[in-house]
T-cell receptor, first 112, second 108 residues
Framework: DAGITQSPRHKVTETGTPVTLRCHQT?????MYWYRQDPGHGLRLIHY???????DKGEVSDGYSVSRSKTEDFLLTLESATSSQTSVYFC???????????FGPGTRLTVL | TQLLEQSPQFLSIQEGENLTVYCNSS?????LQWYRQEPGEGPVLLVT?????EVKKLKRLTFQFGDARKDSSLHITAAQPGDTGLYLC????????FGAGTRLTVKP
C-alpha cells in the first residue's frame, strides 16, 4: 500500500470555525490531490498540487484553500466551515498527472 | 452536470450471478480508469483502458473500452460477496473526473 495518511480521521466542528485537514505521504510522489465525496456526486476534485508551493484549483474549490510547503505534506483549510462542507475528504497522490492515483483512508468531517 | 454517467446507481445480486455496469459520456477519452472502493476506505485502481475496443481481464472482471472511446463497461462473472463495493470510473480532463459510481452488493 502507498504510504498515505490523513489526519484527523474524524472531526466534528461548528459553522464558522476554521478547519485544517492534513495529508502526509512517504512515497515522494510529485502530485497530491484533495477530493470530497458526497452521495450522488462521486469524488470531486477540490485542489491539487504539482510540486512544492505549486497548487491549482479543481472543480469545487470555493471555500477551500491549500498549502504545500514540503513534498510530503498537503494541507486543506476551510477558513470558515459551513454545513455544506460536511463530507468525506480524500487525499490522493500520483507520480504523474495522468497516472494511477493512490488514495488515503479519508477524513469524515461534520459541520454542525 | 456529470461528465461521466454510471449505471445502474445501485445493484444487489446473489452470489454466483453475472453483472455488467456501465460508464458513459458524450466526451471522447484518451484513457479511462476503473476504481473499486470498499466502505470506510479510499478507492483503489483496478484497471486503465487506453485503446478504443480494448478488452482487459482481471480474474473474474472484464473491462471493455468502447470503439469510440466514449463509454466503458465492467462485467463480473460469478460474483462473490468480496466483490461488494462502489465501482467508480474516472478520466483525466485536465483534472481527474469521477462518475458517481455503482454501488454493488453481492449477497451470499
Amino acid at each position: 500500500d502507498a504510504g498515505i495518511t490523513q489526519s484527523p480521521r474524524h472531526k466534528v466542528t461548528e459553522t464558522g470555525t476554521p478547519v485544517t485537514l492534513r495529508c502526509h505521504q512517504t512515497e515522494n510522489h510529485r502530485y497530491m490531490y484533495w477530493y470530497r465525496q458526497d452521495p450522488g456526486h462521486g469524488l470531486r476534485l477540490i485542489h491539487y498540487s504539482y510540486g512544492v508551493k505549486d497548487t491549482d484549483k479543481g472543480e469545487v474549490s470555493d471555500g477551500y484553500s491549500v498549502s504545500r510547503s514540503k513534498t510530503e505534506d498537503f494541507l486543506l483549510t476551510l477558513e470558515s466551515a459551513t454545513s455544506s462542507q460536511t463530507s468525506v475528504y480524500f487525499c490522493a497522490i500520483s507520480q504523474y498527472n495522468d497516472n494511477e492515483q493512490f488514495f488515503g483512508p479519508g477524513t469524515r468531517l461534520t459541520v454542525l | 452536470t456529470q461528465l461521466l454517467e454510471q449505471s445502474p446507481q445501485f445493484l444487489s445480486i446473489q452470489e454466483g450471478e453475472n453483472l455488467t455496469v456501465y460508464c458513459n459520456s458524450s466526451s471522447v477519452f484518451s484513457s479511462l480508469q476503473w476504481y473499486r472502493q470498499e466502505p470506510g476506505e479510499g478507492p483503489v485502481l483496478l484497471v486503465t483502458v487506453v485503446t478504443g475496443g480494448e478488452v482487459k481481464k482481471l480474474k473474474r472482471l472484464t473491462f471493455q473500452f468502447g470503439d469510440a472511446r466514449k463509454d466503458s463497461s465492467l462485467h463480473i462473472t460469478a460474483a462473490q460477496p468480496g466483490d461488494t463495493g462502489l465501482y467508480l470510473c474516472a478520466f483525466d480532463n485536465n483534472d481527474m473526473r469521477f462518475g458517481a459510481g455503482t454501488r454493488l452488493t453481492v449477497k451470499p
